[in-house]
């Protein structure tokens, strides 16, 4: 009975959507560790932005994995010191959108912001463009036919005049807009069913998916982890469910293969409980559903992820939630990649 128990367990695993990994191998840990990276493949490398340091101050890094040699190159800093901003890939180069800053003076918050750049990765460079229509922070951009959709996020709510506005009373947004680099105007698309921030995305044909989040703030304690999936058909303008997430989690790390939205890690909030997750998922549009795979060798949140060719990279991030304090940072420098078996 064993036997044939373990022979239908070994089935199930081998026709669960072909998603499941064959290895998790470990390549150079990151220079320099950091929650709230982000990370974007672009030319056969993978490049990680960002950083929080505690007092909700960014970092501004830059990073470049070369997968040939397992080497990281330190390149220029961003050119404006933003955390919780978006990335997209087009053409070869980089582009930033949103995120949040520190004020000018008095305390310590999060200010959204409207900045957007494209990055050369081959010459290091930046360059201005026009700013996003909507300032906002959390949001997640993708890359569909040359034009870059910019959706979701978090920002505040008009008409705040408190001295302080704490943080989390940036709130849930549904807005989508959409960027087109060779003319450098901005457009407006239908928005999300379900606001959300912290959240995953892919193009797979010529649908755009996103995946669970947060609704609420942008904070955790102060918000709900989504497991609700969303797909936009571009040629309709519209927005349509699909089968949920597995586990509802929010600041992941996500990429796209062989027509698969894989999902990593995230954060989860109670009130007697903070934690990470080790969980990956991914999602097959073909057969709107989801497959389980081996879970992460070390569970965390605010990680940098994409795909190099069949291999997921996820990189850094904070072992535990709410640590943005000093003596209390748990952030890793681990990088590792999931190897995928088809």
């Given at each position: 009975m064993k036997n044939v128990f373990a022979i239908a367990c070994?089935?199930?695993?081998?026709?669960a959507g072909g998603a499941h990994a064959q290895k998790w191998v470990s390549a150079a840990p990151v220079p320099q560790g950091a929650e709230e990276v982000y990370g974007i493949a672009a030319?056969?490398?993978?490049?990680?932005?960002?950083?929080?340091?505690?007092?909700?101050?960014?970092?501004?890094?830059?990073?470049?994995?070369?997968?040939a040699g397992d080497r990281w190159t330190r390149k220029k800093d961003m050119p404006a010191y933003h955390h919780h901003f978006t990335l997209a890939q087009a053409n070869g180069r980089i582009y930033m959108f949103g995120g949040y800053t520190l004020p000018g003076k008095g305390r310590a918050t999060w200010v959204p912001v409207s900045n957007s750049w494209e990055y050369d990765p081959a010459a290091d460079s930046w360059r201005a463009l026009p700013p996003l229509p909507t300032a906002r922070g959390s949001a997640t951009?993708?890359?569909?036919?040359?034009?870059?959709?910019?959706?979701?996020?978090?920002?505040?709510?008009?008409?705040?005049?408190?001295?302080?506005?704490?943080?989390s009373r940036n709130v849930s947004v549904g807005t989508h807009e959409v960027f087109d680099p060779a003319s450098g105007s901005w457009s407006r698309r239908a928005e999300l069913i379900n606001a959300r921030n912290h959240f995953s995305?892919?193009?797979?044909?010529?649908?755009?998916?996103?995946?669970?989040?947060?609704a609420g703030s942008v904070f955790i304690p102060n918000a709900l982890n989504l497991d609700?999936?969303?797909?936009?058909?571009?040629a309709a303008d519209r927005w349509s469910l699909k089968a949920p997430m597995p586990t509802a989690r929010s600041a992941t790390a996500w990429g796209v293969h062989n027509g698969r939205l894989y999902v990593a890690g995230g954060?989860?909030?109670?009130?007697?409980?903070?934690?990470?997750?080790?969980?990956?998922?991914?999602?097959?549009?073909?057969?709107?559903?989801?497959?389980?795979?081996?879970?992460m060798p070390m569970p965390r949140h605010g990680l940098a992820g994409d795909f190099i060719g069949n291999r997921f990279h996820l990189v850094s991030g904070?072992?535990?939630?709410?640590?943005?304090?000093?003596?209390?940072v748990t952030n890793t420098d681990r990088h590792d990649v999931l190897v995928i078996g088809d």
């Open positions: 070994a089935l199930l695993l081998a026709t030319g056969g490398k993978l490049y990680v932005f960002g950083g929080l340091a505690p007092g909700w101050k960014p970092i501004g890094m830059v990073m470049e994995y070369d997968p951009a993708v890359t569909l036919k040359d034009q870059i959709h910019v959706i979701g996020g978090a920002n505040l709510p008009k008409g705040l005049t408190d001295e302080y506005i704490h943080p995305a892919g193009v797979i044909g010529d649908r755009i998916y996103v995946a669970g989040g947060r609700l999936v969303e797909e936009y058909d571009p954060e989860i909030r109670h009130r007697d409980i903070w934690g990470t997750y080790t969980t990956v998922e991914a999602y097959d549009p073909k057969s709107n559903s989801w497959a389980r795979l081996t879970p904070s072992v535990q939630s709410g640590t943005n304090f000093p003596g209390l």
